[in-house]
């Protein structure tokens, strides 16, 4: 069974070869990039791969361009900061379809700043990654966008990794774009928010995933992404309030 692996890029160069070591078997490699100007093209052209470069960057546009794109029906999801395990590489190449079942739920492992969190709410985190394309629908969202799948599901049992922020900087940047593109999907699905509103949900948001999803069995890593998801909350929720007008 030939599949394609499609990773969506925009300036990976500290990503990209580790991910395309962990998928080079594949068939076929689809790269998506949205105008990377570091080294992501350079370091992807010494792999077997099929490179787009000008892509859209919308993630709902760019993963609906990839399924057009692809030259096998298989398809396997894969961003550039995430690793397939060897007992899902392993699992992947020796896939065989099963009658109506045309989508496969894989676990993500999440890795803060080197340490994998067990708790904190993000294991085991579950996604539809492994699909066939004629069954399978892009989610058109500006920010989380997920696939869809006509028919039946099963679960892999190989796991994925996925290696979110490198140091503070990065998540600082990282926390600062994705909360501008929550921000401009809830405006768009007519979400309100007050001023007050903007620091309640923030403290309730850590409280939520420190407490109540366990964060604190994590140690330090438990407190960072407690920490992580309450500034993008505050932030999330003062651009909102800024593209409402309230300040």
Same mark, same amino acid.
């Given at each position: 069974m030939k599949i394609t692996?499609?990773?969506?890029?925009?300036?990976?160069?500290?990503?990209?070869?580790d991910c395309l070591e962990t998928v080079k078997w594949a068939d076929e490699i689809l790269i998506i990039d949205s105008g990377s100007?570091?080294?992501?093209?350079?370091?992807?052209?010494?792999?077997?791969?099929?490179?787009?470069?000008?892509?859209?960057?919308?993630?709902?546009? !760019?993963?609906?361009?990839?399924?057009? $794109?692809?030259?096998? +029906?298989?398809?396997?999801?894969?961003?550039?900061?995430?690793?397939a395990t060897p007992e899902l590489q392993k699992e992947l190449m020796?896939?065989?379809?099963?009658?109506?079942?045309?989508?496969?739920?894989?676990?993500r492992r999440n890795f803060y700043f080197g340490q994998w969190l067990r708790h904190s709410g993000v294991y085991p985190d579950k996604h539809i990654r492994f699909f066939n394309r004629k069954f399978a629908a892009i989610t058109p969202r500006l920010l989380h966008e997920g696939v869809e799948i006509t028919g039946g599901t099963a679960e892999m049992k190989g796991e994925f990794l996925h290696y979110t922020f490198r140091d503070m900087e990065q998540m600082m940047? !990282?926390?600062?774009?994705?909360?501008? $593109?929550?921000?401009? +999907?809830?405006l768009q699905h007519g979400k309100k928010i007050s001023?007050?509103?903007?620091?309640?949900?923030?403290?309730?948001?850590?409280?939520?995933?420190?407490?109540?999803?366990?964060?604190?069995?994590d140690g330090s890593g438990g407190f960072f992404i407690s920490f992580c998801y309450a500034v993008d909350n505050f932030l999330t929720h003062l651009k909102l309030l800024k593209l409402q007008g309230k300040i």
């Open positions: 692996v499609i990773i969506l890029t925009k300036n990976e160069e500290l990503n990209i070869k100007t570091d080294r992501t093209a350079e370091i992807a052209s010494g792999y077997k791969t099929k490179f787009i470069a000008d892509a859209p960057d919308s993630f709902a546009e !760019k993963r609906t361009l990839s399924l057009k $794109l692809a030259s096998n +029906d298989w398809i396997f999801f894969l961003d550039a900061d995430e690793r020796e896939f065989e379809p099963i009658e109506g079942v045309n989508g496969y739920i894989l676990t940047d !990282k926390i600062n774009y994705y909360s501008t $593109l929550e921000a401009l +999907d809830k001023k007050a509103g903007v620091f309640t949900h923030a403290v309730s948001t850590f409280l939520r995933v420190y407490l109540s999803r366990k964060g604190f069995k």
